[in-house]
C-alpha cells in the first residue's frame, strides 16, 4: 500500500512564475547591455522566445531599451515586433537601423506586417513596406484598404489552396514544389474554377490517405467562410464557437482572397478580454510603457464622470441634511449601504458585459437573467439586512434602525442587480459599448438608490 502522505503535493509544486523572465537572466543581459557585450548579449538571448524578449523590452527601462536594440543589432528578429506592444512598437521601429528593419520584417507574414504598419506615421509606415518585396507589399497595401478591426486586416494572403478535382497525390506533390509556402498551415483551401472556396482539407488527412484519394472526399465536415469586411470581433468569436484552426476569406464575389488563422482569432479575443476589463475598471487602453500625461489623459475623462456621479449622489445627501444633524448614527451607516449596492451592481455587470459579448446574453434569455439577477439581489439582501439590522440594534441600541438599515439593503440590492443587467443591455441595443459607459451608470443609481432609500426611510420611521 502507498502512503498517501508520501506523495508529492502537485499543488504546493505548482511554480506560480512559470512563464515569466528569470529574473537572473535579465539581469545578465543588462550587464551585457552595459558592458557593450554583444556576442554575450546575443548568447543570452538566443535561447529566448520572440514573445519574451518583446516582454523584456517592455519591462526594462527606455535608455536600456535603445542601448539593447542598438547592441543586438541584424539579430533582432521580426517576430519581435510582432509580438511587442502597440504603443511600444513605434519607438522600436524609430531606434532599428533601416537595414536591420528591412531584414526584419521580410520575415514575417502579410498579416503581421499589417498589424505592425497600421497604426505608424507614414514615414514608418513607408520605411517598412519599402523594405518588402513587390508582391508582399502589394498585399499588404490591399489589406490596408479594408476597415480597420475587419477580417481583411486580421487575414494573411498567404493561402495554400488546389483545385477541387484534384486527388491526394496531386496535391502532395504540388506541395513538395513549393518553394514560398506559409511557415505554418493547417488546411488545403479547395477551390472551384471562380476561385471560390467549397471545402478545406486538413494535412492529417491528406497524409493519411491513399494518393488516388479524391481531396473532395476527405473534407472538413465543419467549413466556414469569413466575409472579407466582418467584424474581427465575430471572427474571433466564430473561432472559438465552432472549434475553427484556419478559415478562409472571401470578397464580396465570394471568391478566396486570404486566410485566417487560430492564432490570429485568438489574438484578438484576448484584446477583447483585456480591453472589457480595462474599460470597465475605467483605465481606457493604458499599457504599462505609456508615459505619465498620457496615462493621466487617458484616465481623466473616467475620474471626471466619476466626480459629476460623486455630485449628484451628494446632493441626494443634502436633501436629508436636518435628519443627518438629528440622528449621527445615520452618517455612520449610510455608506454601508451603498458601498454593498455598488459591488452588487459591478458583479451583475460584469457577469452581463462579458454574456454580451460572448452572445449568450440575447433577447431570448434577457428578461430571464434580468429576473435572475432580481432574484439574487433579494437573497443576498435578506441575508445582509437580516445581518445589518442586528448590527443597528446592537450598535445603537433601538431596532428602528436596525429596520431601516435592512428594508435599504433590501432595496439597494435588488436594484443593483436590475441596474446591473439593464444598463448594459440597453447601452448594447442603442450601439454603446457596454463595457465603456455601464459602470458609471451603474454606480450613479445603486449610490442615488442606497442614500435615498436609507436616508428616507429613516426620515419616515425614526424622526
Not at 5 to 34: F, G, H, N, S
Not at 47 to 76: C, G, K, T, V
Not at 195 to 216: F, H, N
Not at 407 to 423: C, D, E, K, Q, S
Amino acid at each position: 500500500m502507498v502512503d498517501e502522505t508520501d506523495q508529492p503535493d502537485l499543488e504546493d509544486d505548482r511554480d506560480d512564475d512559470a512563464y515569466e523572465l528569470d529574473e537572473d537572466a535579465v539581469d545578465r543581459i543588462i550587464e551585457a547591455v552595459e558592458a557593450g557585450n554583444q556576442t554575450r548579449l546575443q548568447e543570452e538571448l538566443e535561447p529566448l522566445h520572440a514573445a519574451d524578449i518583446a516582454d523584456l523590452l517592455e519591462q526594462i527601462s527606455r535608455s536600456e531599451r535603445r542601448d539593447l536594440i542598438l547592441l543586438y543589432d541584424r539579430d533582432f528578429d521580426g517576430e519581435i515586433l510582432s509580438e511587442l506592444d502597440d504603443s511600444l512598437r513605434e519607438e522600436v521601429i524609430g531606434i532599428l537601423h533601416p537595414e536591420v528593419l528591412a531584414d526584419a520584417v521580410r520575415e514575417l507574414e502579410t498579416d503581421d506586417v499589417v498589424d505592425l504598419v497600421e497604426d505608424l506615421e507614414d514615414e514608418q509606415q513607408e520605411a517598412i513596406l519599402g523594405a518588402l518585396e513587390d508582391s508582399d507589399r502589394v498585399a499588404v497595401e490591399s489589406s490596408l484598404t479594408y476597415p480597420e478591426y475587419s477580417a481583411g486586416r486580421l487575414m494573411q494572403r498567404e493561402v495554400v489552396m488546389a483545385p477541387e478535382h484534384w486527388n491526394v497525390g496531386e496535391a502532395i506533390d504540388y506541395l513538395r514544389d513549393q518553394d514560398d509556402l506559409p511557415e505554418q498551415f493547417y488546411h488545403i483551401t479547395l477551390v472551384d474554377v471562380r476561385m471560390r472556396p467549397v471545402g478545406d482539407v486538413t494535412l492529417g488527412k491528406l497524409m493519411a490517405s491513399r494518393r488516388e484519394i479524391l481531396l473532395t472526399t476527405i473534407v472538413e465536415d465543419s467549413f466556414h467562410v469569413i466575409p472579407v469586411n466582418q467584424d474581427e470581433e465575430d471572427v474571433a468569436y466564430a473561432f472559438n464557437q465552432y472549434h475553427l484552426i484556419s478559415a478562409p476569406v472571401v470578397d464580396e464575389d465570394e471568391r478566396l482572397v486570404g486566410v485566417i488563422t487560430i492564432d490570429d482569432a485568438m489574438a484578438v479575443l484576448d484584446e477583447e478580454h483585456e480591453e472589457d476589463i480595462m474599460r470597465l475598471a475605467g483605465v481606457g487602453e493604458n499599457s504599462l510603457s505609456d508615459k505619465v500625461i498620457e496615462t493621466a489623459k487617458g484616465r481623466f475623462p473616467w475620474l471626471a464622470v466619476n466626480l459629476v456621479t460623486a455630485i449628484l449622489a451628494s446632493m441626494v445627501i443634502s436633501m436629508f441634511d436636518q435628519e443627518i444633524a438629528q440622528l449621527v448614527a445615520l452618517a455612520v451607516l449610510m455608506p454601508i449601504v451603498a458601498s454593498m449596492g455598488g459591488n452588487a451592481g459591478t458583479q451583475s455587470l460584469t457577469v452581463a458585459v462579458r454574456a454580451i459579448a460572448t452572445k449568450d446574453l440575447t433577447g431570448r434569455n434577457v428578461w430571464r437573467v434580468i429576473r435572475r439577477e432580481v432574484l439574487v439581489g433579494l437573497i443576498n439582501g435578506v441575508i445582509f439586512a437580516i445581518v445589518m439590522g442586528l448590527v443597528g440594534i446592537f450598535w445603537f441600541g433601538g431596532p428602528e434602525l436596525g429596520y431601516v438599515i435592512g428594508a435599504a439593503m433590501v432595496i439597494n440590492l435588488v436594484v443593483a442587480g436590475l441596474a446591473g443587467t439593464v444598463i448594459p443591455v440597453l447601452l448594447e441595443r442603442v450601439g454603446v459599448d457596454p463595457a465603456l459607459a455601464s459602470g458609471a451608470f451603474v454606480t450613479t443609481v445603486t449610490d442615488i438608490v442606497g442614500f435615498f432609500a436609507f436616508l428616507g426611510l429613516a426620515a419616515v420611521v425614526l424622526l
